[in-house]
């Protein structure tokens, strides 16, 4: 493993972030959340005080989504998947909690979650306290082209930040950062520190993330997953067909090649991108160089005309079933 350093300046107002480009144990989950714990451990020792992980990291990307026709002879692929979800909440959420507990940090991890008695699977980022308890659940709003045969979608209740105390902390997942009236929804609860967890790739994704970086005038993190096909096990599904694949074909042997950054609040890259191999970004988030950046540009404030443009954001949950009782009125 390796660890890479980024640096903002000396003595900050803020807070020590990890981005953790890292490969998971494809579609096995406990293996997996006992991985997330070893690289926290890893992190913490550079004096991270929040450490972010991938999208979907536990369990893993669903590769072949990408790698043949949808539902091509995928059945087994996704009675693994559906196996390795994460229920919120759940036994292994509470696992999570507690490797942020005994860490004493913040954990914001990409997880396939599912509820206890649903069939839908979720692209969710869950975000843990350093007491180990959940702070916030985010479900990706639209899965993307594939990702809509595995994920079902969000909705507006999962749009909100965290305060940390030292920072307040948003994102939105890999291709949703695309969306802009999300993101201006996000902003305007007060975001000075933007986690975009993905699996995007190449040098149009790292320039997205810098424009991202300036329209807030923030710091942002972007965190890959990194996987070679050498590290699939021989006993996974349909190993050959699945590695195999002519999507990978000219890429080295790499399923997932990493792309990780930081990017500081005027644009600047901190740290990455990180490709092709496993490494820890470490970086301070320094708030004061947010509020200096803010001074030129505040899109929620000096730099917004409200008297033009309103936003309207629907929060409430989507839930299936609404309870209500009738009442009859008595003779």
Wanted: with cysteine.
């Amino acid at each position: 493993m390796v660890i890479g350093q980024g640096k903002v300046g000396g003595a900050m107002n803020g807070i020590k972030v990890a981005a953790v480009q890292a490969s998971y144990h494809l579609m096995d989950r406990d293996r997996t959340i006992a991985r997330v714990d070893e690289l926290c451990s890893e992190a913490v020792g550079r004096g991270a005080q929040l450490v972010v992980f991938p999208e979907a990291f536990v369990p893993g990307n669903p590769l072949w989504i990408d790698a043949y026709p949808i539902w091509d002879d995928d059945d087994a692929w996704f009675a693994l998947l559906a196996a390795n979800t994460v229920e919120i909440p759940g036994p292994h959420s509470s696992q999570l909690g507690g490797i942020a507990r005994r860490h004493g940090i913040w954990l914001v991890v990409g997880v396939h979650e599912r509820e206890r008695h649903g069939g839908t699977i979720y692209n969710s980022v869950a975000t843990y306290s350093p007491e180990g308890e959940l702070a916030n659940l985010h479900r990706k709003l639209v899965p993307t082209g594939s990702e809509r045969t595995v994920w079902g979608m969000g909705d507006g209740s999962t749009l909100g930040v965290v305060d940390m105390g030292q920072v307040r902390v948003g994102g939105l997942i890999c291709w949703e950062n695309y969306m802009p009236l999300a993101r201006f929804h996000q902003y305007a609860q007060g975001v000075e520190l933007w986690l975009a967890p993905t699996f995007a790739t190449g040098d149009g994704w790292i320039a997205t993330l810098r424009h991202i970086a300036q329209e807030n005038s923030m710091y942002v993190v972007g965190v890959n997953s990194v996987l070679h096909a050498d590290q699939v096990p021989a006993e996974f599904p349909d190993r050959e067909r699945l590695t195999s694949s002519p999507v990978f074909a000219s890429a080295g042997g790499w399923l997932e090649a990493g792309n990780s950054v930081v990017v500081d609040p005027y644009g600047k890259v901190l740290a990455g991108p990180v490709r092709q191999r496993e490494e820890i970004l470490v970086v301070d988030v320094d708030l004061d160089l947010v509020r200096t950046a803010r001074r030129m540009i505040d899109p929620v404030g000096h730099y917004n005309r409200p008297d033009i443009f309103r936003l309207l954001v629907d929060t409430e949950p989507r839930q299936a079933v609404v309870e209500t009782r009738l009442t009859i009125p008595a003779e």
